[in-house]
């Protein structure tokens, strides 16, 4: 997450989400100043990659690897039904 500022990349995945899903209820009432919005939406969009990246994250630890019958390695996803 090099790419991303430091505050967000500390940020755990609900606080990202927390924060974006503010963000679009400012933008979505369409209140403020042009710019303002034009920042938000950009902030928004960083935090939106965040979470997509902590998710992914979340999935590899879940994943598991397993050894077919040939003695071949592979991931299976964890089920959770």
Do not use: N
Not at 29 to 42: C, M, N, P, T
Request: aromatic share 4%.
């Amino acid at each position: 997450m090099a790419d991303l500022p430091a505050e967000i990349s500390k940020l755990g995945f609900e606080e990202a989400l927390a924060e974006l899903e503010r963000i679009v209820r400012q933008l979505e009432e369409g209140k403020g100043r042009l710019d303002e919005a034009i920042d938000a939406y950009s902030r928004g969009i960083l935090l939106k990659r965040h979470c997509e990246t902590r998710l992914a994250e979340a999935q590899a630890r879940v994943d598991r690897i397993v050894m077919a019958p040939d003695g071949s390695l592979g991931v299976q996803p964890a089920d959770f039904s």
